[in-house]
């Protein structure tokens, strides 16, 4: 098997780096909410669902902001089955710990996670745990079966799945193509497929172009939050 660039000692230095650091509007944020991802349970799946070896520093804080976000959502809605969407899995952590949060909430539902990259193939993620090869999407999450086992793995565009989709989103996270016209189509899609309250997280909101597809959507309550200056989600709120 073809082996990756970066080695294991460069992971784990990445790593702990990234779980030393701090960030206090996060802290706040779950704080307020009242709900917080497990810190051993993040760190753990973070190293190798989200700690990629690259010019820029890891940061897994997207996860708490969903995990908060969507308990929260989980305590007042009366949906029997609560449906989440997942638009660019990446190496799947953001589909994996909404998982987390219907499992610690004791709820039913079903996370549809899509990407471009085929989860089938063993294609290169950037992950420690493909250092002695690569491995297809469903090896690499080999610890999370319980997880895993709340989550279907899609292969396509996330402006493409509402073409054929119409069933009702409670909670959808985006962070797929950052390009402006991809994320305006994957914003109205959701739209399209959300009630009163249902809610959207958008990555990477320092994007211009995904700044500009957010503030362009209507009939939403819009709430920035800074992890850092190059890492800014976007809480909305179907009103």
């Known amino acids: 098997m073809s082996k990756v660039t970066a080695t294991k000692e460069q992971y784990d230095a990445a790593w702990r780096d990234e779980c030393a650091r701090?960030?206090?509007?996060?802290?706040?944020?779950?704080?307020?909410?009242?709900?917080?991802?497990?810190?051993?349970?993040?760190?753990?799946?973070?190293?190798?669902?989200?700690?990629?070896?690259?010019?820029?520093?890891?940061?897994?804080?997207?996860?708490?902001?969903?995990?908060?976000?969507?308990?929260?959502?989980?305590?007042?809605?009366?949906?029997?089955?609560?449906?989440?969407?997942?638009?660019?899995?990446?190496?799947?952590?953001?589909?994996?710990?909404?998982?987390?949060?219907?499992?610690d909430a004791g709820r039913v539902g079903l996370v549809t996670s899509i990407d471009v990259i085929d989860p089938d193939a063993k294609a290169r993620r950037n992950t420690v745990a493909e250092v002695d090869g690569l491995l297809t999407l469903h090896e690499t999450l080999a610890d999370w079966q319980q997880e895993k086992s709340m989550v279907n793995f899609v292969l396509g565009k996330g402006e493409n799945w509402f073409v054929m989709n119409r069933k009702r989103i409670h909670f959808a996270f985006v962070d797929g193509k950052h390009a402006y016209e991809s994320v305006r189509k994957e914003l109205v899609g959701l739209a399209g497929c959300q009630d009163v309250g249902d809610v959207i997280i958008c990555d990477d909101l320092q994007v211009p172009g995904v700044a500009r597809a957010v503030k362009e959507l209507r009939g939403y309550d819009k709430t920035d939050v800074v992890a850092l200056p190059e890492r800014v989600y976007s809480v909305l709120v179907k009103k």
Do not use: F
């Open 22 to 103: 701090s960030y206090p509007e996060i802290d706040l944020l779950v704080k307020t909410i009242g709900y917080d991802l497990d810190r051993e349970w993040m760190q753990t799946a973070a190293r190798v669902l989200a700690c990629p070896v690259k010019v820029n520093p890891p940061c897994w804080q997207h996860g708490r902001v969903v995990y908060a976000v969507l308990r929260r959502y989980l305590s007042s809605t009366p949906a029997d089955v609560v449906r989440c969407l997942d638009i660019g899995t990446a190496k799947g952590y953001s589909a994996i710990v909404a998982a987390r949060a219907l499992i």
